[in-house]
């Protein structure tokens, strides 16, 4: 626990000399407080032996002044704590931040688990108040308790040892009774709680169909006995909850009424003068302010440990995808991308979100990815972009494997649009500027122009600087994800990945987008992922994934013979197949289920088909095995492409793919 | 009223207390012992110990109270819903009113576990207080009576401004607040794009904007805090400080003294704190807005007397120049719809998403009422029918059908609750279910639903047309049955169809063609207006 929170307190890094200048301020306020009203009782006491009134002139200076103090250095107390905890909270958020970033989204539960992430922000909101409301109190109370059993002793060292103990009792005891108190009811209710929220959300849900088949009695009788049990639990530990408060009170009465047992008989044995009795009692009545903040203060600090100890767990992952100890150059311009027998599963997961895929999206290439949603289409995307590293198998960019590539460049080579791609809570120009920080006015009205939004951006009274709420939430759905693309457009990328972009939108204006986009980057490959029919007319080539397999390729290209589905058998383990080199020296083989071969081949260049490359050079005489791929395959031809890459040149691979 | 007693005691207590400390103090001053005072200090210890019970017993009791009427205010939006407007939820709202049904509680607990005693205290304490230092001292009362009002004027006054302030600020601190969540979430997007690294400056820049902006509203906010505290500790040193002087001059004695000066702070503290608890209690007040204006809004089904329905096995259901819109939002979803389903015929519905499809299905299921026009069987208005009773005749398979936590065998059940198990058994084979339920490790034992095991759309879609089957209604409405299914499973629910519609009215409701192809009329759907209808051709 301690471990926790020294580790929290080092991320937010906070100064000494500030957070010490908090607690003084914090301890000043609380003494004042309690001075005033003890040189208060001094003043009456002995303002009661009748004394020329000269000579009570510091007591009541001493009585304003205290007065006038205690509130204003708990103005300042409450200034200062509070600019400390938003200087800590900023602190904390960078370098969560920065340990963040390397493990999104993949190692972060991927990007279905919006929450976590929601989650940790929540935990790193809620260590804002771990010095005000959690390091703070503990620490004034400390030094104003000792202030005032130090008074004390000075006056009668009897009355110090029961005003310690009370303080004691009131700092510590009624703390941890309270927190324990809290944690069982806690525990008890958090049950029945999720029992009656999961029977809500169900009825709320169902409701329609409850009503349609008549059956509103039976669902409320349910509904009604999870609540009757979280209501049972709620009124049972409400007996629990005033408790603290009220042994505080207690804790107090007991103290004061000691202090004065003490005081009184000190006075009649004339150990004690009689104007220090009123004085003592006051204080010890008012030093119990000095640890009332605490049974607060220990449930704040140990919520702040269980926000720590869940932040610290998902800093301390390490990231599954790394940068190479010597990376390659980066890709080239117009790189050939592929997936080799691809397995690939999310950290956590007993199921792979792909298994043995094989894909290739050819330079310039428009394919779309089709399936239902769960079926590794985004997986493919996650993939291509390294936020995830495939289990078995490879990702290919320019025949090199992905994991060879420093991540940054790597990236370069692709930009992101459609659903999964954030639109922030910021101007349509900061939105822009994501993809490309420099770009000029110019620039992004081009972009603006290319998925023609540039009419409806001038129209706004703000232009540019038009705020688009929460992902996007203040523009229509169209316009959100036109804006993700012309995002995307900004940079040079040559692989446009283009993630359902047709979410949410009708089917007029779903065809409309995606045939301008793909309109707009003739020149770019195009991987379209989407799970609806528009635009799948307009690409080259539909690749259909089922439950994280390839069923089915269709290829749309005005190729004769070619243009019909496919569709594969279901997949078996099949043993790999081979064939020998007999060529000149060559790059990729080309291996084929054979009803393909049987069905198009003729009509179809090998490049069409791209089902699974054999990557590394061959040599003649080379034995050629394609592996572990669930339909029977037949190498069925082997290309003879360009000469492998010489150092300094810049071959591109154009011209292999070239149509 | 019980707070009231209650309050009422606690001021009895308070006055009590301060009676009995400065009784002690006085006493010893005078030369009492010990033993003289045992017996006030055994009081004065009761007197904390009644203190301390009354603030348990006030939290206690406000707890209670807020399980109760949350539980109150839940059960009555359940009725609701089932009762009066079952579809007027999509599914992300409901998941967030349930969770706000539930966890509300805690920001009830505040509202009345503390602010609802806290203006009892303030109402009763301060006075109780007053009257009694009155009675002891008139000048200590003028004293207090003078700078009391100070602190509510204040509070007011300053809370104003704090608004003002908090309002015009609104915007740029919303931002600022949610810019780190906002950019976490965008983290992948980011990264795609190689902007990850840089952001942590733009965080540290816009938190440290944050913090700027934000003590800026906290200086003004805390201002209040400071003056009524200003007004609180003047207020204890004005009183001690004119007590002190007639204390030299004889015009009073120390027991009176002492009372008064420990009465001081307790004057001003129930008011200071009713600030706090206000502020505390806000999140519960919303709640219950929130669940009290859902409970306000007007049914969006009502049924006018109970007239048995004719079956629509024999006679025409029809859709007369309908018109609806959604109370809340802008636009008409329907605008003029006449359409009839005559009895045995198959109907298909077909145009875009947001065409108005989905809303004709929930008029004929009267799970919503139209806004003008009425839907009648055999010339009768259903408004004037007995709604359970109607919905006896219709059987209604919605997009997406929810699976509700129970066995296979609840699910299907749901269609006809008196069913027996070979029934069943029979509508899961019609509906082309039965060969998956067999394969599922417990059969139709297997439990399904949220926490159960976990069904693809197209099992769900099945396992919804077994429950249709068993139903055995005479109307039957679809809608969207093949939608989110792949090939194979479509092509399962659409055999199971052709088995449906013998023998009854079936309506279905399509954006794709292929469902509507063997059905005996096509009426077409666009913007909520019927664009096209025509017979099938040669059947």
């Not at chain 1, 490879?394 to 999964?420: K, N, P, S």
């Amino acid at each position: 626990m301690t471990k926790t929170l020294r580790r929290v307190l080092r991320l937010a890094g906070v100064p000494r000399r500030s957070a010490a200048l908090s607690v003084v301020l914090g301890a000043l306020a609380v003494g004042f407080g309690i001075a005033l009203m003890t040189t208060a009782g001094y003043l009456i006491s002995r303002a009661a032996e009748r004394p020329p009134i000269l000579s009570l002139t510091v007591a009541i200076v001493a009585v304003r002044f205290f007065g006038l103090a205690r509130p204003v250095t708990r103005y300042l107390d409450r200034l200062v704590s509070h600019d400390l905890a938003l200087r800590a909270l900023g602190r904390l958020r960078v370098r969560v931040y920065e340990r963040l970033e390397p493990l999104a989204p993949a190692d972060l539960g991927g990007y279905r688990h919006g929450e976590l992430l929601a989650r940790t922000v929540g935990d790193v909101d809620a260590l804002q108040g771990l010095y005000v409301r959690g390091f703070g109190p503990p620490l004034v109370a400390l030094l104003v308790g000792s202030a005032c059993v130090g008074v004390m002793a000075y006056a009668l060292p009897l009355a110090a040892v029961v005003l310690a103990a009370g303080l004691l009792v009131g700092g510590l005891v009624v703390p941890a009774v309270t927190l324990v108190v809290n944690q069982r009811t806690g525990r008890r209710q958090a049950p029945a709680r999720a029992e009656l929220t999961a029977e809500l959300v169900e009825l709320l849900r169902g409701a329609p169909e409850l009503a349609a088949f008549g059956h509103q009695g039976e669902a409320l009788a349910r509904v009604t006995a999870a609540d009757r049990e979280l209501v049972r639990l709620g009124r049972r530990d409400a007996l629990a909850a005033g408790v603290g408060d009220g042994l505080m009170v207690l804790v107090a009465g007991a103290t004061t009424a000691g202090v004065l047992a003490v005081a009184v008989a000190a006075h009649d044995a004339g150990n004690l003068d009689r104007v220090p009795v009123a004085t003592l009692a006051l204080l010890a009545l008012s030093s119990i302010d000095a640890v009332a903040p605490l049974p607060a203060a220990a449930r704040e600090l140990w919520e702040n440990v269980t926000s720590g100890r869940r932040i610290l767990e998902l800093i301390d992952r390490e990231p599954s995808v790394n940068d190479p100890r010597d990376p390659i150059a980066p890709p080239p311009g117009r790189p050939a991308v592929a997936l080799e027998g691809v397995t690939a599963r999310y950290s956590g997961d007993d199921e792979p979100a792909l298994r043995g895929v094989d894909f290739v999206l050819p330079p310039g290439r428009h394919v779309a990815l089709v399936g239902a949603s769960g079926a590794g289409k985004t997986t493919v995307t996650g993939l291509l972009l390294r936020f995830l590293d495939p289990e078995e198998g490879r990702v290919t960019i320019d025949g090199h494997d992905a994991r060879d590539y420093r991540q940054e460049d790597l990236r370069e080579t692709f930009a992101l649009a459609g659903q999964d791609a954030h639109v922030f809570d910021a101007t349509i120009r900061a939105n822009l500027l994501v993809a490309r920080p420099d770009a000029s006015d110019a620039d992004l009205r081009h972009a603006l122009a290319r998925v023609r939004l540039d009419a409806w951006v001038d129209s706004l009274p703000d232009g540019l600087e038009t705020l688009v709420g929460e992902d996007g939430c203040r523009l229509s759905g169209g316009q959100r994800q036109r804006l993700t693309v012309a995002r995307a457009l900004l940079t040079d990328a040559p692989v446009l990945l283009l993630d359902e972009p047709t979410a949410h939108l009708d089917t007029a204006t779903a065809e409309a987008f995606v045939h301008d986009v793909l309109a707009a980057s003739e020149e770019r490959s195009v991987l379209l992922v989407t799970h609806r029919p528009e635009g799948l007319d307009v690409v080259d080539e539909v690749v259909r994934l089922e439950e994280g397999r390839v069923v089915e390729r269709t290829l749309r290209r005005e190729l004769p013979g070619v243009d019909e589905s496919v569709t594969l058998p279901p997949a078996r383990p099949r043993p790999p197949a081979r064939t020998t080199v007999t060529g000149r020296e060559m790059r990729h083989a080309v291996a084929v289920p054979p009803w393909i071969a049987v069905r198009v081949f003729n009509d179809v260049t090998a490049d069409d088909l791209g089902v699974a490359l054999v990557p590394s050079p061959v040599e003649l005489g080379d034995e050629i095995a394609v592996e572990a791929h669930p339909w029977p395959l037949e190498i069925v031809d082997v290309i003879s492409a360009r000469p492998a890459r010489r150092e300094g040149s810049n071959g591109h691979p154009d011209e292999e793919w070239s149509r | 009223m019980v707070d009231v007693a209650l309050g009422v005691l606690a001021a009895v207590v308070v006055l009590l207390q301060a009676t009995l400390l400065a009784r002690i103090v006085a006493r010893s001053f005078g030369g009492a012992s010990l033993e003289d005072v045992s017996i006030d200090l055994v009081l004065l210890v009761l007197a904390f110990a009644a203190r301390g019970l009354l603030a348990w017993g006030f939290e206690s009791a406000g707890r209670r109270a807020s399980a109760t009427t949350l539980s109150q205010l839940r059960l009555s939006l359940v009725e609701r819903r089932l009762r009066d407007e079952p579809s007027a939820l999509d599914g992300a709202e409901s998941a967030e009113l349930a969770t706000i049904a539930v966890q509300g509680v805690d920001g009830l607990d505040a509202y009345f576990g503390r602010y609802l005693p806290q203006v009892v205290l303030a109402c009763v304490v301060p006075v109780a207080v007053l009257v009694w230092v009155g009675t002891i001292d008139r000048v200590s009362a003028l004293v207090m009576l003078l700078t009391l009002p100070l602190v509510p004027v204040f509070m007011w006054l300053i809370g104003r401004y704090t608004e003002e302030q908090t309002r015009r600020r609104w915007e740029s601190l919303r931002l600022l607040s949610t810019h780190f969540l906002d950019v976490v979430r965008g983290l992948p997007t980011l990264r795609a794009f190689n902007r990850g690294t840089a952001q942590a400056d733009a965080i540290a820049d816009v938190s440290d904007r944050y913090r700027r902006c934000t003590m800026g509203t906290l200086r003004v906010a805390f201002l209040s805090g400071a003056v009524l505290e200003l007004a609180a500790t003047l207020g204890v040193a004005l009183v001690a400080v004119t007590v002190g002087v007639r204390l030299v001059d004889g015009g009073l004695g120390l027991q009176a003294g002492l009372t008064v000066l420990v009465l001081a702070p307790e004057l001003y503290l129930p008011l200071r704190r009713l600030g706090e608890q206000f502020h505390a209690s806000a999140n519960g007040l919303a709640v219950a807005d929130r669940l009290v204006t859902l409970l306000d809004a007007p049914p969006a089904v009502r049924t006018r007397n109970a007239a048995t329905p004719p079956s629509p096995a024999a006679t025409v259901v029809r859709l007369e120049n309908v018109t609806f819109s959604y109370p809340a939002r802008p636009g008409v979803v329907l605008d003029g719809v006449t359409l009839e389903l005559r009895p045995g015929e198959t109907v298909a519905l077909v145009g875009p998403s947001g065409a108005g499809k989905s809303t004709v299905a929930k008029l004929l299921v009267r799970l919503a009422e139209p806004t003008t026009g009425i839907v009648s069987v055999d010339n009768t208005d259903l408004a004037s029918c007995d709604t359970e009773a109607w919905r006896r005749l219709v059987a209604w398979v919605p997009q997406r059908p929810t699976i509700f936590r129970g066995t296979v065998m609840d699910n299907i059940l749901l269609g006809d609750p008196s069913a027996d198990h070979e029934a069943v058994r029979v509508a899961a084979q019609l509906a082309g279910a039965d060969s998956f339920v067999q394969a599922l490790p417990q059969g139709y034992a297997t439990t399904v639903g949220d926490g159960g095991r976990a069904l693809s759309a197209g099992e769900r879609q099945r396992l919804a047309l077994a429950r249709a089957f068993l139903r055995d209604a005479p109307l039957v409405v679809l809608d969207e049955p093949t939608a989110n299914l792949d090939p194979a499973s479509a092509e399962l629910v659409t055999y199971a169809i052709e088995h449906l519609r013998e023998g009854r009215t079936l309506l279905v409701i399509a954006h794709r063609p292929e469902p509507a192809q063997r059905a005996d009329r096509v009426i077409t759907l666009q913007a909520g207006r019927v664009v096209a209808e025509r017979e099938a051709a040669a059947a």
